[in-house]
């Protein structure tokens, strides 16, 4: 049987149940059905398929369970139960056919290349709303406007399809987005999460998060952004706040295409996910980065602009963002971090263009960031990219200063925390004849950063330095 339609075919093994199977099942009316048809025309295997019956669906699973030796589970309410068939690697939900035919259960669907079914019995595709022509044409296309009223989590679904796809939104499609994207604040946070972190997923993210804001859902998901629209900077900015955010964002997807250029080929980390946040995360972090801006903006008496604080402030609004969203512990915890001390790196480099850096304050910076350094470093050359719209020195000399050190940090700072620490606690108060107290700590604390600076290197350099630490606290503070 000819399965062909354009240039595309079914793979006769990605088919989920044979013809002799089917034959033993009651009703003999099945369909595989939505995203599943739309994978198998495109050669994409499926993660699972759904099946639509005439009939029962609890029956027909049932018997499919038993003849693909399989396990049967309910799952949902009533009025919404699918019925589940596990069978190895296999996952069917299966579920009556909605409205008097397949054609009219496709006509709820909501889009065009998800309103497709596959014959399981007649080996036909029933396509009675063109879907094969807007996948041919790489298209999302909205069944109907109504589909937006029914769940507007298919507002932004329609651009994490087109992202997932590499397909655009059509016009049509993108006007009733744009005509109903308020509605998408009426869905439950972490139904909208999901599919945002899908489309920052995928590599050319950008160009579906500067359409999403064209249409006005990315300020509805996000309304801390708005702001950031017409909030102008100082000199060293070329755009406002939200398009020198875009610009940032841009910059920083294709700095992940290819961390290598930016992280030490000697060390393990060559892939964007090591970077030590996801890269998703670190994507979505970038787009909260300056929501602090707009209530921190102040102007001098000499007309600059500042944004004292911001990084603090947006922060603290990013932690609610992630509490709306439902975004994991992990997840909020390093959009924070990156938020709160993305202008650590700046404040660095502008120590070292005033020779007012020391390798001390270079292992702080590493201490406080750990893991999220390389992650921190890359948002940061990214956020400085993101300033103008050509390259100019003071660019060019941040970006060579972030890589070095990227590299002291893999080269140095990072196999010395492998390291155990040269004295303890009961080193001090063996050797120093020290009480328990915060004072251990503290001296615990500053002779480990000494390590990991490469300032001492022995337990005998370390017992030096805590003997000459204590004769300039006792030189200091003689009543102590």
Not at 394 to 400: C, L, S
Request: glycine residues 6%.
């Amino acid at each position: 049987m000819d399965r062909r339609f354009g240039c595309a075919i079914i793979p006769v093994d990605m088919l989920p149940i044979s013809a002799d199977i089917l034959s033993s099942l009651e009703p003999n009316s099945a369909y595989v059905v939505g995203g599943s048809v739309r994978d198998m025309l495109l050669a994409r295997r499926p993660l699972d398929y759904d099946l639509a019956v005439t009939g029962s669906p609890e029956q027909f699973a049932r018997q499919m369970a038993a003849a693909l030796s399989g396990h049967y589970v309910e799952i949902g309410k009533p009025g919404l139960m699918i019925h589940r068939v596990v069978s190895g690697d296999l996952m069917f939900d299966i579920s009556a056919i909605a409205g008097t035919s397949i054609e009219d259960d496709l006509r709820r669907r909501d889009f065009t290349i998800n309103a497709m079914a596959y014959d399981l019995s007649g080996g036909n595709i029933v396509d009675c709303l063109n879907g094969r022509q807007d996948l041919d044409k790489k298209t999302v296309r909205m069944v109907s406007p109504s589909v937006f009223k029914q769940d507007p989590v298919r507002l932004i679904r329609a651009f994490r399809m087109a992202a997932t796809l590499n397909f655009t939104v059509d016009q049509e499609t993108e006007a009733a987005v744009e005509k109903n994207a308020f509605r998408i604040r009426d869905s439950a946070g972490e139904r909208i999460w999901a599919e945002l972190y899908k489309i920052l997923d995928t590599d050319d993210s950008h160009r579906f998060v500067d359409r999403m804001a064209g249409c006005g859902l990315l300020f509805a998901i996000l309304p801390e952004l708005l702001p950031l629209k017409g909030c102008l900077q100082n000199r060293y900015h070329q755009f406002d706040v939200f398009d020198h955010t875009l610009a940032a964002y841009d910059h920083l997807e294709q700095i992940l295409l290819d961390a290598r250029t930016y992280i030490p080929a000697t060390t393990e980390n060559r892939s964007p996910l090591s970077v030590g946040i996801p890269a998703p995360i670190l994507k979505f972090a970038l787009l909260l980065h300056d929501i602090g801006k707009p209530p921190s903006r102040s102007e001098g008496q000499n007309g600059r602009v500042h944004f004292y604080g911001h990084g603090r402030k947006g922060a603290d609004m990013a932690r609610g963002i992630s509490r709306r969203l439902k975004l994991s512990r992990r997840d909020a915890d390093d959009v924070d971090f990156i938020v709160r001390n993305h202008l650590r790196p700046l404040h660095l480099f502008t120590s070292r263009r005033r020779d007012r850096i020391s390798p001390k304050a270079v292992t702080r910076f590493f201490i406080r960031a750990g893991t999220r350094t390389p992650a921190l470093l890359l948002h940061s050359i990214a956020d400085i990219l993101g300033k103008k719209m050509t390259d100019d020195d003071r660019n060019q000399e941040f970006t060579g200063f972030a890589r070095q050190l990227m590299v002291t940090y893999f080269s140095s700072f990072k196999p010395r925390t492998h390291d155990p620490p040269l004295l303890s606690g009961h080193d001090l108060i063996n050797t120093f004849e020290l009480r328990p107290s915060p004072l251990l700590g503290t001296i615990l604390a500053r002779t480990e950063e000494a390590r990991l600076a490469g300032v001492i290197g022995s337990k005998k350099e370390a017992e030096k330095w805590v003997q000459n630490f204590l004769k300039t606290r006792r030189s200091l503070n003689p009543d102590n």
